[in-house]
């Protein structure tokens, strides 16, 4: 099994990444995207957006214009979806080389889950891709509103691996701070900076390799201890759970399989890091909906406790069923 998954894991690594790009309308989505495709970043980025028109680009920065690939002078590419996202990530695959990411903007009003599901689904896309990350662009002055009264708002939040919470200058401190309270009240695993006209570090949204939760947990490594382990704003609620030490994987992996598959449309993400016994690296998983992807990854560090953590982001979930499921699994 270990050595099937370092196969997996290297696998994984030669593969394209792909950060997805997601926000309520007017949340600055365009003003990032005009950012990472004019800015002299020394990356090749293939873009995919809805409607090339709608992103306002400067013609004078296109060099060069076919049917649906537009060359930037800054080695970028921008491709319309007129058509099939699948269809479209065939053809950059075909292109492979000449870009070094392929980043993918929904539109406002759009579910992240069916195209980050893409990834996971087709099989030539995931064989030449991987999902990098679920990059979602919040408006800080009207986020409250838009988590009331837009469910698409509410689940670009919840799926998110990184969040720019943007036009932070038009709202108070304190205003902030609630808001961002609100926002960990869906998704306690997301990163959160705070922009203006989305001013951020191109490195802080883009080849996050989200996989890697160990980021996350330095970031923030009380996200999962006691107190913090169920999260409830609204329909959607978090639940996670740890065990001290390593899981048994012939226990751990039919568990994991019929939680997701059976609960599925109510799991909008799922991830965790997992100890398995005498397995010297990390197994890291995240899921979207029933469908799942995971391998082995970073060694556990000689100084670090050996702890499995899993966390699901989703509606109608039974925290002690899943506690007590992730607990039967116990090495």
Not at 191 to 197: A, P, S, Y
Not at 218 to 225: R, S
Not at 296 to 318: C, H, K, M, T, Y
Request: negative net charge; contains cysteine; proline residues 4%.
């Amino acid at each position: 099994m270990s050595e099937a998954m370092s196969e997996a894991a290297s696998a994984a690594a030669s593969k394209i990444p792909v950060t997805v790009l997601t926000g309520y309308l007017g949340a600055g989505k365009t003003t990032l995207l005009n950012r990472i495709l004019t800015e002299n970043h020394g990356k090749r980025y293939a873009v995919i957006v809805n409607e090339f028109g709608e992103i306002g680009i400067d013609n004078d920065l296109v060099v060069g214009a076919d049917e649906e690939v537009f060359e930037m002078n800054n080695g970028c590419v921008c491709c319309t979806v007129r058509g099939d996202l699948i269809r479209i990530m065939d053809g950059l695959v075909k292109r492979r080389g000449k870009f070094d990411a392929i980043i993918v903007e929904t539109t406002g009003l759009a579910d992240p889950a069916p195209v980050a599901q893409t990834f996971f689904v087709d099989q030539d896309v995931g064989e030449a891709a991987r999902l990098d990350a679920v990059v979602t662009v919040a408006d800080a002055k009207w986020l409250s509103d838009r988590l009331t009264d837009a469910p698409e708002a509410r689940n670009q939040i919840a799926f998110a691996d990184v969040i720019l919470l943007n036009k932070a200058d038009l709202v108070s401190a304190e205003d902030l701070d609630r808001v961002e309270a609100q926002i960990r009240g869906i998704n306690p695993l997301a990163t959160i900076h705070r922009t203006r006209n989305c001013a951020v570090p191109l490195d802080a949204v883009l080849e996050r390799n989200a996989f890697d939760l160990g980021r996350i947990l330095d970031i923030e490594p009380e996200f999962l201890e006691e107190g913090h382990h169920h999260h409830h704003d609204a329909d959607i609620q978090s639940v996670s759970a740890r065990i001290e030490g390593a899981v048994d994987p012939e226990r751990f992996m039919p568990w994991i399989s019929n939680l997701t598959q059976v609960q599925g449309p109510d799991i909008l993400r799922c991830k965790g890091i997992v100890a398995f016994p005498d397995e010297p690296k990390r197994f890291v998983f995240q899921g979207v909906h029933m469908i799942l992807d995971g391998d082995l990854q970073a060694d556990w560090r000689a100084d670090e406790p050996r702890v499995s953590r899993v966390v699901f982001i989703g509606r109608n979930l039974d925290p002690e069923a899943i506690r007590s499921g992730f607990e039967s699994c116990r090495a």
